[in-house]
């Protein structure tokens, strides 16, 4: 049953940012592809939530519509997609599956290493068509060993999502000399390197056993004094040393991975939502003698939930908007437009997630059944809320800077 559907659509006009309407083609395309894959997703949700990966003839389907491509340079056949449309994309198959948008998430942040690598290099690791790169960060013994022509590289890294099918796997490492001291760069601070190498050097370790967002393998991995050649590492955090030029490359791995997790969050919340109003059109629960939809009660938790998503999007899409002019015009972020960034991904993350809270629980007894479209979601989003990018030490930050009290802005 859907339930006025062109209210919606019609507020998701009104707010889109100018650049979602002067790249509704680019968008249609790339949000077409994914959304025609929902319901081949949705129907492999469950086997990929039992096998804690995805499968081949779903991945097969992913690589074929270029998902795992959207920030990919197009110098190697990647969609480099802006920022909004990026988010709208992920959000289409985080309302099929939170693993899947997941893990084209996650690599797509990965696959903006290219703009930084040799072209060479960069073709070595890009250029398959079913190409995939992984990471996650580093735990405490981590390290890379500056030498001739490169780096020897010792850690552990944790939470690579997609590690399962991907080719090449990555490690944030502190630089180090050969006495163990840490090397200084030119601000003064320790340096780090992202260093990367074929998944075949590394050992793997399969502790993924956990509440939400299962299918997306996000194990754990090690190298022990592993020759990794300069060429094969860069500075994720930086755009100072970026080779393509493009505006969406002035943007950092971390802050469009804020962007990627919030569309999962968005996805799963507009998913859960839309699944309510079909159920509350059709369930009487047993002590109430009318449909859910004529319950008052649930009649404003359905408006308040939509205002939630609808905001919280909106508001993430005007920021992106500005970024985006600031970056075509070949300028630098400012601190505000930074922490504008991090407020609104964390907070289109704990909007979502007070949406599927809501209707799960409205839902009553029928959203515990795995058989109903809302209990994975509901540890799926769990799941999300519970990364860096969305915990609420973020809204502390950037409140700092809005009062202006001292604040560490190099972690926005």
Not at 10 to 15: C, K, Q
Not at 162 to 180: E, I, T
Request: hydrophobic share 40%.
């Amino acid at each position: 049953m859907n339930v006025h559907p062109e209210i919606r659509d019609n507020l998701e006009a009104r707010m889109a940012p100018v650049s979602e309407l002067k790249t509704r083609h680019d968008f249609k395309a790339a949000a077409e592809r994914a959304r025609a894959l929902r319901s081949t997703i949705e129907s492999a949700a469950p086997q990929i939530e039992r096998q804690r990966e995805l499968s081949p003839e779903l991945l097969e389907k992913l690589h074929a519509a270029k998902m795992f491509r959207l920030l990919l340079p197009r110098s190697l056949g990647g969609e480099e997609l802006e920022p909004a449309t990026y988010l709208q994309v992920i959000e289409e198959l985080g309302k099929a599956d939170g693993s899947i948008a997941w893990c084209v998430a996650q690599a797509s942040g990965c696959s903006m290493s290219a703009a930084y690598l040799p072209p060479e290099v960069a073709q070595e690791i890009f250029g398959a068509e079913d190409a995939v790169l992984a990471w996650g960060p580093s735990g405490p013994n981590a390290k890379a060993i500056k030498g001739e022509g490169g780096y020897r590289v010792t850690g552990t890294w944790m939470f690579a999502s997609g590690s399962r099918h991907s080719q090449w796997l990555g490690g944030h490492s502190p630089v180090v000399d050969a006495q163990g001291a840490a090397v200084m760069g030119a601000d003064g601070k320790p340096l780090e390197r992202t260093v990367l190498f074929a998944k075949s050097k590394a050992e793997i370790a399969d502790v993924w056993h956990v509440v939400g967002l299962k299918g997306t393998g996000s194990d754990t991995y090690s190298v022990s004094d592993l020759f990794v050649p300069e060429t094969y590492s860069f500075t994720r955090e930086s755009a100072e040393d970026r080779r393509e030029k493009g505006p969406l490359y002035r943007f950092t791995t971390f802050q469009l991975y804020g962007v990627g997790f919030a569309g999962v969050a968005l996805g799963l919340g507009r998913a859960c939502l839309d699944a309510f109003v079909e159920l509350a059109g059709i369930k009487a629960p047993k002590a109430y003698a009318k449909l859910l939809r004529e319950n008052t009660v649930i009649q404003a938790q359905v408006a308040l939930s939509e205002a939630k998503l609808q905001s919280s999007r909106a508001f993430l899409l005007q920021v992106l908007q500005d970024m985006w002019d600031s970056a075509t015009q070949g300028k630098e972020f400012s601190i505000a437009q930074r922490a504008a960034l991090r407020l609104a991904g964390t907070y289109a993350v704990h909007q979502a997630k007070d949406v599927v809270d809501t209707v799960y629980h409205a839902g009553g007894a029928t959203a515990i059944f795995e058989s109903n479209p809302f209990e994975r979601r509901f540890r799926d989003v769990h799941t999300v809320i519970q990364q860096i990018q969305a915990q609420a030490a973020n809204f502390e930050l950037v409140g700092q800077l809005l009062l202006g009290m001292p604040s560490n802005s190099k972690l926005i």
